[in-house]
């Protein structure tokens, strides 16, 4: 199916402990982006991506890295785990231009301890 | 920068009661776009409207409807008739388009209004 696919759904790490979360688009999207969403605080962009090789940073960066070498691919990495990181993550795509508006993808639902 | 505003940040109706959740925004931009999202309790984003800047026409869908005003900057978002299938968490968001390079940099969201539909 066409959409937004995020991966994994649910995951428990460590302090300190490093992972990816994988997201990847079949929508031909020019633009990602990633989002972490906090119990009374909406969604807040981390990084985003106009296009391959290109990313940049949004409200909460730190502690958050990216790459973007592929169109459908946009990977968040956690290099160092921190209590603080425990969130839903989504990841969103959407055309360069707005007739499509932006897709989500289900959301990671990540706790570190 | 900009920035939006969800002043409610809970409500609880009788299924049937009309409902309406606000929005105000702020943005520098002239063009700018405008998002209505469902969060229901399986915690999926569902996307239901978008509205650019230059559109201020009221639309309805179903039992859904929403009123963009330019003038006070609120983009609000009414349920006819509610339905305990309408109980979620509802966001508003926000893209600009001229300073973010079109679009680019994503979406400003409010916090969020929980809605509570009581059968």
């Known amino acids: 199916n066409a959409g937004v696919t995020q991966t994994p759904k649910f995951q428990v790490l460590k302090t300190g402990q490093s992972m990816t979360l994988q997201c990847a688009q079949d929508?031909?999207?020019?633009?990602m982006s990633w989002y972490r969403q906090d119990p009374g605080m909406g969604l807040r962009l981390i990084h985003y991506?106009?296009?391959?090789?290109?990313?940049d940073q949004g409200e909460v960066p730190n502690g958050y890295n990216v790459s973007r070498s592929t169109t459908e691919d946009f990977p968040l990495r956690l290099l160092s785990a921190a209590p603080s990181q425990t969130s839903v993550y989504f990841c969103?795509?959407?055309?360069?231009?707005?007739?499509?508006?932006?897709?989500f993808g289900s959301g990671t639902r990540l706790t570190v301890v | 920068a900009q920035k939006v505003t969800q002043a409610q940040t809970e409500i609880s109706v009788v299924e049937k009661e009309d409902v309406t959740l606000d929005c105000v925004y702020e943005?520098?931009?002239?063009?700018?776009?405008l998002f209505w999202y469902k969060q229901p309790p399986s915690g999926e984003l569902v996307f239901l409207i978008r509205?650019?800047?230059?559109?201020?026409q009221n639309e309805i869908s179903g039992r859904y409807s929403w009123n963009f005003q330019k003038s006070t900057s609120s983009f609000n978002f009414t349920i006819t008739a509610s339905q305990v299938v309408d109980s979620a968490v509802y966001f508003c968001a926000l893209s600009e388009w001229t300073y973010s390079g079109g679009g680019a940099d994503g979406l400003t969201f409010g916090k969020g209004t929980h809605l509570i539909i009581q059968p």
């Open positions: 509205r650019n800047s230059f559109d201020e």
């Open positions: 991506s106009v296009g391959a090789g290109i990313t």
């Open positions: 943005t520098r931009d002239t063009t700018y776009y």
């Open positions: 929508m031909n999207h020019e633009y």
């Open positions: 969103a795509s959407s055309y360069s231009s707005p007739r499509g508006g932006y897709t």
